[in-house]
């Protein structure tokens, strides 16, 4: 059973960069099939996508955060991570990592979420 | 601001049928056939219910089903359950540049 983790500090401070990592358990993260991707939620708000990674490191970036933020990807620790840079508040929200089959497809397998909090 | 237009709230009675709208644009949701749906009970991680506009992952009763018209893809949830009071959210592949784009989200009240 795929399983997929996400893990990084919970607090950051404002203008840091917020980093997140997510292992897969259960497959590989190499697996041709499958894309890789983060979205994000705000305290009581909507589900916001935030980037897409491939095995291959092709990637794709919504494009309200991309001068922010970085997606990259570890076959060999079969893990993939986030970037955001020069965070504010209102980047407070729960992140969650999440595989789909195709950049067109939908989510079909999530984490717990984590809740990272922006503030001094 | 969401890419995409789904109702605030719909409610429904057990036993009954609701649909939820989810309306976008020819650059998303009328561009393809790549409309998802997900459910969100209050502090839990969304579930996939619907891909590929219409069809159902292993294990999603076939009392949810998709459809789409034009820049618009719906939701329909039939013979209701108090267990379907949730949070719904539409999801459309937005071309490669966008690639990706969520509706606000639509809060399910069974009365």
């Known amino acids: 059973q795929l399983q997929l983790q996400e893990s990084g500090p919970g607090l950051v401070k404002p203008s840091e960069t917020l980093s997140l990592t997510c292992t897969v358990s259960g497959g590989s993260i190499s697996n041709t099939n499958y894309y890789w991707g983060w979205v994000r939620q705000p305290p009581g708000k909507g589900l916001e996508w935030i980037a897409t990674?491939?095995?291959?490191?092709?990637?794709y970036y919504n494009p309200s955060l991309k001068s922010r933020v970085t997606i990259s990807i570890d076959t060999s620790k079969n893990q993939f991570s986030l970037n955001l840079r020069s965070v504010v508040a209102a980047d407070t929200a729960v992140y969650y990592c999440a595989r789909r089959p195709s950049p067109g497809r939908g989510f079909d397998i999530w984490g717990q979420g984590t809740l990272v909090t922006i503030s001094s | 601001q969401y890419a995409l237009t789904q109702p605030r709230s719909v409610s429904g009675s057990p036993g009954q049928s609701v649909s939820i709208s989810c309306t976008g644009s020819s650059s998303d949701v009328g561009g393809y056939n790549y409309v998802s749906w997900y459910q969100q009970h209050p502090g839990k991680v969304p579930k996939l219910m619907i891909y590929d506009v219409s069809k159902r992952p292993s294990g999603v009763p076939d009392r949810f089903s998709g459809s789409k018209s034009g820049n618009t893809a719906s939701l329909t949830i039939s013979g209701l359950l108090t267990e379907d009071e949730a949070d719904y959210y539409c999801?459309?592949?937005?071309?490669?540049?966008?690639?990706?784009?969520f509706g606000g989200g639509t809060k399910l009240t069974v009365l």
């Open positions: 999801n459309s592949y937005g071309g490669s540049y966008t690639s990706v784009v």
């Open positions: 990674v491939y095995f291959s490191g092709t990637s």
